[in-house]
């Protein structure tokens, strides 16, 4: 059961990771609270079910599609709705990114019903050719079931990741997106394009949620409030690991991934998002800044 369970909160802990570093990211970057993100989820979901319902696609070659139109989408979002609150106060931003998640979540309903949607995993029959081999599901790990498609899933969020951290680190786009995270008006003087930077910087944070909604559509039912538990828990994993560390967030989506299965396991018959929400208030009463705190 141990091991069950540990296996279990690190696949699921590795997608949460990937929700958060978005989350994070646009907080670190643009100073704000994104309550849409988990609708953005969503809309991503929907975009991969309708290419997989109707044009045939793989789930997973639909991250071709969704990871780019959500990223366009969030760069429209911030340039033309989220660039005119900036400089408001925060209970302004919030209200707009909370309205906004109310009318995607509402605007899916209207056109897809609430009728859960289910997409099939493509190599359930088939397995996954390597080359040398053909892996096949459910995977062996020290006596524990790992699905298939969570495992994937895990591994596309880590990649994901990496790549983000990568860009963040040693480039120069990231270099001027952490320069704009640290000290705006200091960016603005050496010339950085600050509100392109909050453009590109929540246009990424979008595409990434949009990443991790496509990798669990093939073990999730889709619904239009699918997004709203991954983004409380999203929430918990950005205050653990620091408001607007990536890396904290990367952690602190694992870390979770891995109390909300333990406690689970150890407790039976409580819900598990109460392990959860009892990290969230012990990491605000004893470490507010989170683990690793500061910016992207």
Known sequence: MLVQALVTGLLLGGVYSLVSMGLTLIFGVLDILNFAHGAFMALAMYASFVLVANAGFDPYLSLLVSVPLLFVL????????????????????????????????NALLMVFTATPRTVEFPYAQTGIPLGFATVRGPLDVFGA?????????????????????????RTSLGTAIRAVAEN?????????????MHMIAFGLGTACVAAAGTLVLPFLSLQPTTGEQFNVIAFVVVVLGGL??????LVGGILIGLVQELGGAFVPGVDKLFFVFVVFVLTLLLRPQGLFGGKP
Do not use: C, K, W
């Open 74 to 105: 969030g760069v429209l979002v911030q340039r033309v709705l989220l660039a005119r609150v900036m400089d408001q106060p925060h209970e302004n931003q919030l209200l707009l990114t909370f309205g906004l998640a109310l009318l995607i979540e």
């Open 244 to 249: 607007g560390n990536v890396v904290g967030a």
């Open 145 to 169: 079931v790992a699905d298939l498609p969570r495992v994937i899933a895990f591994l596309g969020s880590l990649v994901i990741a990496g790549g983000l951290f990568y860009l963040l680190r």
């Open 184 to 196: 705006p008006d200091g960016a603005a003087m050496v010339g950085i394009d600050v509100r392109r």
